[in-house]
C-alpha cells in the first residue's frame, strides 16, 4: 500500500510480492525543470529504492523522504523569513537616505559620508537578501522553471546585460560574441538571464580598476550548447576554485573572503544551471581571470515531448486514470501579433504556470505564424475548464483595450484515453502541429 | 496650480512617514492611512489624485480597497501597489484589476517618484 502523500513513485512498476512498503525515493529526472520530491534518483537500469525489498521502516527510502521534508522546511522557512526582512530593512535604507539627502535639515560633510557608508551597507544586506530569497524559492518544492525556445545571441544582446548601478571607478567593457545561428537552447531565458548576471556582477566585484567581460556560446557533444563567461579579473586559488561548489568551504582567509561575497549569487547560478539539467565548470587562475563555463540542453522539440509524454505517464499510472491534452491557441487576424497580444501571451504563460499542479506539464508555445499554441498535459479535468475560462477572459480584454480581433485557432480540447498507445499517437498528432509546420524537415 | 494629493496606505507606521517625507519634499500633499478600512475612507474623503497601497494590511488588503470603491468610480484613480511581495501570482492578480504600477519593497525612491508623475501622467492624458 503506496502511501499518497509522495507525488511519485518509480517508474518501473513494483511487482506484487516485493515487500517494501515505502514510497520510492526516485521519481522524475534531474533536470525536468523542477524539484524532485527525493534526493535519489534511478539508475541507469531504471531501478530505484522501491526495488529494495526489505522490512517496514527500514528502507532507505524513509531516510530519503525525511531528508527532503526538511530541506523543504527549510526552504519554506527561508523563503518567509527573507520576505519579511524586506519591511524594516526598506525603513531602514530610506531613513538613512533621507537624512542623507539633507531632508531632514542640513547635515555636514563628515555626516554625509558616513551616511554614506551606512548606506552602501544596507544595500549589500538588500543583496544579499535577494539572493537568500531567490535561492530559497528556487529551492522550495513549488518552483518551476518556464523553458522555452531560446536563441542565445538574441538573449545576451548587450543591452540586456549592463548595470545602471555599476560602480563608476571602474571601467567595464563586454564583449558578446555568441553566434545566432546557433541552435536554440531549452532554457528559462530570465533565469538564465539571471544566472549570467550573477557571473558578471561577481566578475565586476572581483576585479581591478578595469575589466573586460567575454560571452560566448557554442555547441557541445551531446545535443548540448556550452556558455562562456570570461573576466580578466582577479582569478581564484586552487583551493577556492576547487571547492567554489562545496557547500561548507572552510578555505583560506582569502578564499573565505571571495566566497563570502560570491557565495549566494554563485548558489543561485549553480541552483538554476541544476534544474536545466546542465553542467557547471570553472578555470581560473590567480590574477589570470576566471572563466565560467554552464552546459544546457539544445531545443529538441521531439524529445521534450517524448520526456513529458513519459513523465505524465509515470504521474497517471501512479494516480491511476489517464491524463489529458489541452491544446489551444491565441491568434490575429492580421496576421503578426500586436504588442497588446504579446503582453496577453504572457499572462497567459504566468497564469497557466501558476494553475498548472505538480503533475502537469506546459510544453513551450509555438509562435509560428501569427498565432500561439499552448500545448499542456494535465491530469484533472478542472485544470481544462480554468485554462479555458482565462483564455476567455484574454480575449475579452484584448477586444475592449485595442479593438484587435482574436481568433481562437482550436479551443481547449479535453482527450481522455487510460490507453497509453492511444495517447502516444495522439501526440504525434499535436507533435507535427505543433513544431513540424515551423521546421519542415525536422519532421519525423 | 494646486498641489497634487497622494494617499499613502501602509500598515507599517514607519515606511509611512518615510513616503510622507519624500513625498512632501518632492512637492506632494500627503494624506495617510494604516489599514484598508482608513484607506478606503480616505479615498472617498480626501479625493486624493493617486493613491499609493501597501498590498497587505489589515482590515482590507489593497484588493479589498478597489472592490470597496468600485461604485465609486475607482477604476479613474492611478494606483500603486507598493509591496513586499514579489510573488508573481500578486503581479497577475494585480494586471487582471488594472493595476499596471506595481513596486516592490525595497524600492528606490527615484523609481517610486518616476513612477508617480508617470501616474499622475497618464490620468492627465486621459489614458488610465
Redesign the interface.
Known sequence: MTERSTRRSAGTVVPTGSVCTCESAAGGRKGNGRKNNAAANPDRNGRSDSDTTATNGSCRSNLDRARTRARREQADFLANLS??L??????L???V??VEEG??GPISDQQREYLGIALRNADAI?EMMEHL?VLTRMQQESFRLDRRRVNLAELFQDDTLPHEDRPKEKDVSFNVNVDPGLPDAYADPDRLLEAVRNLVDNAIKYSGDAVTITIEAAETRGSMLEIRVRDTGHGMDADTRRNLFVRSYRGSQAGRKMLGGLGLGLSIVKEIVDLHGGRIRVRSQINEGTEFRLTLPQFDAKRILTESLDEMWQAADERGGGFAFVHAGIKESQGALSPSTEEAVS?VR??L??TLGPDDILLPEDDAGGAVRFVLMVGKSSVTATVRRLLR?VEERLKMQSGTYVEWESGPTWLHSENFNHLKEMADVIFHQWCCAREGKDAA | MRRKKVLVADDDRDIVLALKIRLEAAGYEIVTAMDGKEAVESIRQEKPDLAILDINMPEGNAFAVLDELRDDGIEKLPVIFLTADTQEKSQVKAFHRGIRHYLTKPYDPKTLLVLIEHALDEKRRGAA
Open positions: 520576505h519579511d524586506r519591511s524594516p530593512l526598506t525603513s535604507r530610506e531613513f537616505s533621507i531632508l531632514a538588500a530569497l499572462l504566468q497564469v504556470r501558476k477572459t
